[in-house]
């Protein structure tokens, strides 16, 4: 199969690394992944903050470089984007009166899946030690993001994915279903309320004596990571497409405050500070 990545804004600007652990993964079960030129913005940004009209641009590009693009299924590693391309982008295409792309932009979102839709649904993926020779050897809560949960109906495919990890010490998250606090420009407008939230959240991460919480979208992982940090719990997070891409030949390893990276195939990098978290080449 000819899968098309969507990287999304906060992966191609802060976590990269989510997107190549997403490209190894599914190239380990034997497809071929594109990266649509030309990409950028889901435009859920400018939705959410009002600028309907400053969207319309953004979602046209986004349909344009998907529509041009050869390919069977296109993937994200966000719950969050992929729910914006089909509850937003028709909506603002419609709303500027374009009811023709109002109707690409259906289509392209119908043919984009969240990573775990696309492995659980599609290409039947259920035991990920079995059948991507996934193995992580830590403790793992799991925190189930709004967009992922609300919209998608995710349910429980991201969490049972982690679960089946060779290795893994996986634990409930207590009330999981409740917000983390991100929001989006929600954190920004209402800082305050966004980090009482936030903080509850790190309270039950931190209940479970998990190392790490993992989850399906970066800006919620980003937020959580940053108030452990600064809070200093010792856990961090990480996005499950990197659980998932650990093997026992090229593990994730893990220390120190959180980071996301996978260098090449064969590679393995030492930080010169405490932080470390890498994963090899595990094609």
């Excluded at 594109?34 to 953004?58: E, I, T």
């Excluded at 979602?59 to 998907?66: D, E, M």
Aim: some cysteine; aromatic content about 4%.
């Amino acid at each position: 199969m000819r899968i098309a990545l969507f990287a999304t804004c906060i992966v191609d600007a802060m976590y990269p690394r989510v997107a190549l652990a997403t490209v190894r993964v599914l190239e380990r079960l034997g497809h071929e992944v594109v990266f649509p030129p030309g990409q950028g913005c889901c435009s859920q940004m400018h939705v959410n903050s009002g600028y309907v009209d400053d969207a319309l641009p953004v979602v046209r590009n986004h349909v344009r470089a998907f529509t041009a693009a050869d390919h069977d299924v296109a993937v994200a590693p966000s719950g969050s984007c992929v729910a914006s391309l089909a509850h937003q982008q028709p909506m603002v295409a419609r709303a500027g009166g374009d009811e023709a792309l109002a109707q690409e932009a259906a289509a392209v979102a119908a043919n984009t899946y969240e990573l775990s839709q696309l492995l659980t649904d599609v290409l039947g993926v259920t035991d990920a030690a079995g059948q991507l020779g996934s193995w992580f050897p830590h403790r793992v809560t799991y925190h189930p993001s709004c967009h992922g949960m609300r919209l998608l109906r995710l349910g429980d495919r991201q969490k049972d994915l982690v679960a089946s990890v060779g290795g893994i010490d996986f634990v409930e998250l207590p009330d999981a279903e409740e917000c983390c606090g991100f929001g989006g420009t929600f954190s920004f407008k209402n800082p305050d309320v966004s980090a009482a939230m936030a903080t509850e959240k790190i309270d039950n991460i931190v209940s479970t004596g998990a190392e790490l919480c993992t989850g399906g979208d970066a800006s919620c992982l980003m937020h959580l990571g940053g108030a452990m940090s600064r809070r200093g719990t010792g856990a961090a997070t990480v996005h499950f497409a990197e659980i998932l891409a650990s093997t026992r030949e090229n593990p994730l390893e893990v220390a120190g405050p959180v980071e996301l990276s996978i260098p090449d195939p064969g590679a393995r990098r030492t930080a010169s500070s405490s932080v470390r978290r890498t994963t090899g080449g595990v094609r």
